[in-house]
């Protein structure tokens, strides 16, 4: 089952298009890493699977059900989120702004100390917000999310404002909210090494586009090694190998082969040569993850 899905999911803003066709599938008790360059439609989007924006066409599905204005509160009561940068009262300490969330939802009073606990936060709680600091008040926004001990779970860049330490605290936690409270995560962030490291589904949107959309493994298998063959005549070398069953795609001059072995490699070297296309260069190559998001996200986006 998918706990959110969108369909045909489009925002317009004057006549700028930010979010255009989404079809978002979201599989239950996955960290699915919403993943795109700065300013592609992110947050947008989240917005409007909490319904915070309205959609300029399109559908969304929440627990398998249609998203409308008569069951929205009630979906969302089952929804953790935070959207961009966490809000607060600075002039109240951590736990009475936690206290005023934990009675707003309705969630169990004893959820407050459980959450500053996940959160590493419950030695600072009784300190004015305004004095935190921004990766405090990152924590104390998870904190807030994370009352009630929702279903679903909204993170927009949870790891702004963190150091190294908390960036890692964030993963780690992330990562084990499906197993240790059957939650599904949805995490955006516009770093491939924060998704690498945390998701096991991955959507990765461009311009308001989904071009990828699979398991973390999936696009892992787009970085395997393949050989590159450069020959007098590609045109006649890909016709040879089509009939003798190698699959090849011609890229940039070169032909793109699956990996061979030494001896399968050196076999088709004769080969080509016995029919008069000389070998040229054959090279071992493998595409990075961060070649692969750049592809896909375009030359000019920013990792």
């Not at 330490?165 to 197993?179: D, N, T, V």
Request: proline share 4%; net charge neutral; aromatic share 4%.
């Amino acid at each position: 089952m998918n706990i959110v899905e969108t369909r045909g999911l489009c925002k317009q803003y004057g006549q700028a298009m930010r979010v255009k066709q989404l079809n978002l599938s979201v599989p239950e008790g996955a960290v699915y890493g919403f993943l795109g360059p700065n300013g592609a439609g992110k947050s947008t989007t989240l917005k409007m699977v909490l319904g915070l924006a309205k959609p300029t066409a399109g559908e969304i599905t929440v627990f398998g059900k249609h998203v409308n204005p008569h069951n929205r509160i009630a979906i969302l009561k089952q929804v953790g989120s935070l959207i961009e940068s966490p809000s607060y009262y600075g002039h109240l300490t951590g736990e009475e702004n936690l206290r005023i969330i934990q009675t707003l939802r309705g969630a169990p009073e004893k959820d407050i100390q459980e959450v500053l606990s996940i959160v590493r936060l419950d030695g600072q709680k009784g300190k004015q917000v305004a004095h935190y600091s921004l990766g405090m008040k990152q924590r104390l926004g998870l904190a807030a999310a994370l009352l009630g001990f929702p279903k679903l779970l909204i993170l927009d860049e949870p790891t702004n404002g963190l150091d190294p330490a908390g960036i890692q605290e964030m993963r780690e936690l992330i990562c084990s909210l499906p197993g240790q409270f059957g939650m599904t995560v949805l995490v955006s962030s516009h770093l491939l090494s924060e998704i690498d490291q945390m998701a096991d589904h991955v959507g990765i949107i461009r311009e308001g586009e989904l071009v990828f959309q699979d398991t973390l493994a999936a696009l892992h298998a787009r970085s395997r090694h393949h050989l590159a063959l450069r020959t007098t005549d590609n045109g006649e070398a890909a016709r040879l190998l089509g009939e003798s069953k190698i699959p090849c795609t011609l890229e940039d001059g070169y032909l793109i082969l699956p990996l061979l072995t030494d001896a399968d490699a050196a076999k088709l070297s004769r080969f080509l040569a016995a029919h008069r296309v000389d070998l040229l260069r054959m090279e071992e190559r493998q595409k990075s993850l961060e070649d692969i998001f750049l592809e896909l996200t375009g030359k000019a986006a920013s990792l």
